[in-house]
Nanobody
Framework: QVQLVESGGGLVQPGGSLRLSCAAS????????MYWYRQAPGNQRELVAG???????HYADSVKGRFTISRDNAKNTVYLQMNSLKPEDTAVYYC???????????????WGQGTQVTVSS
């Protein structure tokens, strides 16, 4: 089994910054792609950013130029640096990992429990 634990959420004023972290632990052989999603009240969960095991990244248009996704493969951790935050960035942010785990063939998708980000003055 694999656990993903997010941290770093909180309340920030518009224009401010936050850095989210998501650490994976458990019976991990390797982690392929990792993602950050978010879900605001009344909305569907949406993809924010993704990163391959190497350096390839992609972003939702709404966060390009403001958010940066990165990862530390040695620590099985993915980060999301969020700058120039806007009220519309308010949501619960979830990390997602596609991992090869002990006792299973192929990739299994795991989700964290979510961390709240609130952007408000």
């Amino acid at each position: 089994q694999v656990q993903l634990v997010e941290s770093g959420g909180g309340l920030v004023q518009p224009g401010g910054s936050l850095r989210l972290s998501c650490a994976a632990s458990g019976s991990i052989d390797s982690i392929n792609n990792m993602y950050w999603y978010r879900q605001a009240p009344g909305n569907q969960r949406e993809l924010v950013a993704g990163i391959a095991r190497g350096t390839s990244t992609h972003y939702a248009d709404s966060v390009k130029g403001r958010f940066t996704i990165s990862r530390d493969n040695a620590k099985n951790t993915v980060y999301l640096q969020m700058n120039s935050l806007k009220p519309e960035d308010t949501a619960v942010y979830y990390c997602n990992a596609h991992a090869v785990t002990a006792g299973r063939t192929g990739l299994t998708i795991y989700w964290g429990q979510g961390t709240q980000v609130t952007v408000s003055s």
